[in-house]
């Protein structure tokens, strides 16, 4: 690292440019990973001048793997500079553009470089306002690239059209494993993206993990995806959370884990599944499914009998591992069954966002910060192990070095 730590400050004085202290810093430590370049904006973030610098640096390098700029002031014209090392570096594999404020221009250059990228593995876009137009580029470019795998592009503004161009495309592109459209902008209430996110579903036989976050699904989507999924053999992670899902959506996932034996993660976070719901999908838990390894209820307005169901249903199956159930009622009865679980060593501690404490002889609950995607936001997209308890599905899906 001292020999890019050198580059990188001639580079600077090549191009009349300041060195960045943070760039400085994390060259110049000797044990921060080879694998890759954590920048992520702190108290002094990086601009479109120092991300040429570090472009530049790297062009020719083959050491570092990932690229960590989240949260920086990077625009359409970082976006280039980034677009023209993506055409030249060979060993970049992950690259980390989360919270910038590069918008659609931007999007363009980037999605171009991509075409004759053959290294890139993992994008993470989320939170650029790259609207329809940049977001149709990308679609446009899993057209032409074969080897990336993981494409982040939650609360970039996407709207219906260009929801539509990526369930287009997704429906035979061959190498994208991971894909997450969470929180688009859409205005119609009649869910015509469900129709096509179904439809693509039924035929494509690659995508492992689909995140479909506010959407603003209802128990008629859900119905949609599920007849989806009774022909889909490799989805390992649906995640569906706040979203407008009832005690009817509930069911059809429940029919859905009677006979599908490959979903793993189950993500129903903030909808309003209650009671019945939750019957619905401890039954199926209890009596057929033995693929299901997460499910989080959180924020459901489950009371005990619903989360007693799902605390039963862990009894009986000893596939599901992890349960996530804080925001709901949580009432004596299931303080009790979830001590239970927790001293029988049936529930590990870290597999759950609960915690036991006794208040008089009294047992409570309390919530402990872990989760499917607790860290999401501050966790790099290539360093998902430095706390796997908050980011479980990252290490249960096995992503090691992906989003």
């Not at 060195?19 to 904006?41: A, C, F, M, N």
């Not at 594999?93 to 918008?103: R, S």
């Not at 580029?137 to 990526?166: E, K, P, Y």
Request: glycine fraction near 6%; hydrophobic fraction near 40%; aromatic fraction near 4%.
């Amino acid at each position: 690292m001292v020999s890019l730590l050198q580059r990188y400050s001639t580079v600077c004085a090549d191009l009349q440019l300041a060195t960045s202290p943070d760039v400085l810093r994390v060259l110049r430590e000797s044990g921060r990973s080879r694998s890759g370049i954590r920048l992520p904006g702190g108290c002094g973030r990086l601009r479109d001048d120092d991300v040429l610098a570090l472009c530049v640096t790297l062009r020719q390098d083959v050491t570092v793997a990932g690229l960590d700029l989240r949260y920086n002031r990077v625009t359409d014209e970082g976006a280039q500079h980034l677009a023209d090392l993506l055409q030249h570096n060979v060993a970049i594999e992950h690259l980390d553009l989360m919270c910038n404020d590069i918008e659609a221009e931007g999007a363009e250059l980037l999605a171009n470089s991509l075409h004759g990228n053959s290294t890139l593995r993992s994008l993470r876009m989320a939170g650029n306002k790259i609207a329809s137009r940049g977001s149709m580029r990308f679609a446009a470019m899993l057209q032409v690239n074969s080897t990336l795998r993981a494409l982040d592009m939650s609360d970039c503004d996407l709207d219906t059209q260009s929801l539509i161009g990526f369930t287009i495309v997704l429906s035979t592109n061959k190498s994208i494993q991971a894909v997450d459209l969470s929180r688009p902008l859409l205005f119609s209430h009649q869910e015509e993206t469900m129709v096509h996110l179904a439809r693509m579903l039924q035929v494509n036989q690659h995508l492992q993990e689909l995140h479909l976050g506010q959407h603003g699904m209802t128990d008629s989507g859900v119905e949609r995806l599920c007849e989806a999924l009774r022909r889909n053999s490799v989805l390992r992670y649906l995640d569906l959370r706040c979203n407008c899902i009832t005690r009817d959506g509930a069911k059809c996932l429940a029919e859905i884990l009677r006979h599908n034996s490959t979903l793993e993660i189950l993500d129903l976070s903030s909808n309003r599944i209650e009671d019945d719901g939750a019957g619905h999908l401890s039954k199926a838990i209890a009596q057929h499914n033995r693929s299901l390894r997460a499910l989080s209820v959180t924020s459901n307005s489950i009371a005990s009998r619903g989360l007693l169901l799902l605390t039963e249903a862990m009894q009986v199956n000893p596939s599901l591992s992890h349960i996530y159930i804080w925001g709901n009622k949580l009432e004596e009865p299931l303080c009790t069954a979830v001590s239970s679980l927790l001293q029988s060593g049936r529930l590990c501690q870290e597999a759950t966002d609960v915690s036991l404490y006794e208040v008089d002889g009294q047992q409570c609950l309390a919530e402990v910060f872990h989760g499917l995607r607790r860290h999401y936001y501050w966790t790099s997209n290539f360093d998902v192990h430095g706390d796997s308890a908050a980011n479980s599905a990252l290490v249960l899906m096995g992503w090691d070095t992906m989003f």
